[in-house]
């Protein structure tokens, strides 16, 4: 492991608080390094409903989850924030001196002097099909949840799970240059753009999909990993395997606590415990904040989230600035550095 980044603050997770609590840290002249499980920024608001509109963000009658995004994105952009994303925080541990090492799935370490813990309701993953030896087939590559190299799949014989845009978007992509392409999935209705839907079933009209419609994932057949048939189960217990080098699953995402649990923080159901002032957990250094952080009379309200970042700022501040007294001052008399 090498130490990847030094700063002031880490803050775990790109959601909503998390990019709110680098503006908030900026302000106070604390830099930050962001870690998130995703390829991309905005927590839920991005991965789970980018085109909802929210009503409750104050000053916006309506916007939708992934401006909200990008504007906070553009809020934090002055303070020039190291972004470490498609890696997830294993370890969090306390060294001589005041420091933190963040330890992470690419195996970086990252030296900060305090933690922001953002981690809404954990590190999001997929969710994966209940079938026997996943994870030997995982470790090959032979099972994806996502698609890195569309090309990985020349020639491939490729069955792809799901009833949702993934599943049919990918289907259609993958049919141009698979060898072959069978879309599972439980029932007849697909939850996908109707255009797309109505393209994949006019591709299987033509012979270039194959439907297996009603059916479930049941069982992988093949030996080290590989695969050479996906089997299949109706309802009533039909079965029926198909050939198949790869299985695509495309069933969403969830969120799982996952590594925070081990770090010592005091937890109550899932949840970190915070004093609701400053959003101290029981580490000195470590706040917690937005949906991961409870307390008495806690909202799990972005506009919540907003404040607590605010909140855990200031608390951190003389732990980055000892024996500098902190002025209060607005935003418009602080100068945000512009470009
Ligand atoms: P999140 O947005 O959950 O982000 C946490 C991030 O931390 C994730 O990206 C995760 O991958 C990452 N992470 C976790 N653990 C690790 C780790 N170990 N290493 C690296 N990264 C990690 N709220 C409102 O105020 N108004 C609404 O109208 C509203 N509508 C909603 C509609 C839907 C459908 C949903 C699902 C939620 C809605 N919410 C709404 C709730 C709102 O989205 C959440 O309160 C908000 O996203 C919480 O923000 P957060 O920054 O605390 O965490």
Redesign the pocket.
Known sequence: AHVAVEADVAV???????LFAVFECGMLRMKCVV????EAI????A???PE?P????PAHPAIA?GELIERLEAQAAPFAPVYLLG????ALQEKDGGLFELRTSKNEIVRVRAVIL???????GPNRPPLNDLAAFEATGAVRYMVARREEFRNKRVVIAGGGDSAVDWALSLKDIAARVTVVHRRPKFRAAPESVAQMEAAAGRGEIELAIPYQLHGLRGGQGELDHVVLATLKGEEKAVPADHLLAFFGLS?EL???AEWGLGLERSHVTVEPATCATNIPGVHA????ATYPGKL????Q?FSEAAMAAHAIHPRIFPGEALHFEYSTSKGVPLG
């Open positions: 775990i997770g790109a959601g909503p608080t998390g870690i998130d499980t995703l905005g927590g839920q608001c991965a789970l409903y909802k929210i009503y409750d963000i989850g890696r997830r925080v294993e953002a981690a809404g309701a954990g590190a999001f969120m996952g590594p925070i904040i937005g949906d991961i799990k309200l972005i506009l989230g």
